[in-house]
């Protein structure tokens, strides 16, 4: 099974800040990767996919980028609804699988 | 009016069975492929299973190979999750998901519903 690991886990910071969070898999994933926001008590919401593909409706401070074995997903101006948790998924060979999340708090 | 609607979770002792149900409306359900989703309390995403737009072709995570199936029927716009010999690490909210292809992410996901495996 393909491993992801996200970092940090945990991400405290200031509206407006620039946030940066990596995913790195165990394998090379090519570009086929996904990012999710998930607020609590809530279900995931997809952000991205194709590592840096934006869905539909989600705002352009989200960003993604690499590809291979390691991604980052960057939101340039931290804005309140931003505060969630965030989570990687490959998709390039079954079983499909998550990073352990990030979660972004406010400082 | 939600898109996917989720239901048939609830407390079942280790051994047991449920029946998960997930109601598509307002979406294309028959065009795509559906997935099962789960999240442990105050854990991460685990994918539990696919099935394919015509429901000839299965996948799952081989934690619960042999224990659950899904399935789905098309003319009911529905999705479903046979879960059997339940262990308590099965317990999770259950999310139901579109998936946009065969080896794909997810883009519309229901609220979700709560098994709980204990005795």
């Known amino acids: 099974d393909i491993q992801m690991t996200q970092s940090p886990s945990t991400l405290s910071a200031s509206v407006g800040d620039r946030v940066t969070i990596t995913c790195r898999a165990s394998?090379?994933?090519?570009?086929?990767l996904a990012w999710y926001q998930q607020k609590p008590g809530k279900a995931p919401n997809l952000l991205m996919y194709?590592?840096?593909t934006l869905e539909s409706g989600v705002p352009s401070r989200f960003s993604g980028s690499g590809s291979g074995t390691e991604f980052t997903l960057t939101i340039s101006s931290l804005q309140p609804d931003d505060f969630a948790t965030y989570y990687c998924?490959?998709?390039?060979?079954?079983?499909?699988?998550f990073g352990g999340g990030t979660k972004v708090e406010i400082k | 009016e939600e898109p996917l609607v989720e239901s048939g979770g609830g407390l079942v002792q280790p051994g047991g069975s449920l029946r998960l149900s997930c109601a598509a409306s307002?979406?294309?359900?028959?065009?795509?492929?559906m997935s099962w989703v789960r999240q442990p309390p105050g854990k991460g995403l685990e994918w539990v299973a696919n099935i394919k737009e015509d429901g000839t072709d299965k996948y799952y995570v081989d934690s619960v190979r042999g224990r659950f199936t899904i399935s789905r029927d098309n003319a009911g716009n529905s999705l479903y999750l046979q879960m059997n010999s339940l262990r308590v690490e099965d317990t999770a909210v259950y999310y139901c998901?579109?998936?946009?292809?065969?080896?794909?992410?997810?883009?519309?996901w229901g609220k979700g519903t709560t098994v709980t495996v204990s005795s």
């Open positions: 998924q490959q998709y390039n060979t079954y079983p499909l699988t």
């Open positions: 998901a579109r998936s946009r292809g065969w080896r794909a992410y997810m883009d519309v």
């Open positions: 307002g979406i294309n359900f028959n065009g795509f492929y």
């Open positions: 394998q090379s994933i090519s570009s086929w």
């Open positions: 194709r590592a840096s």
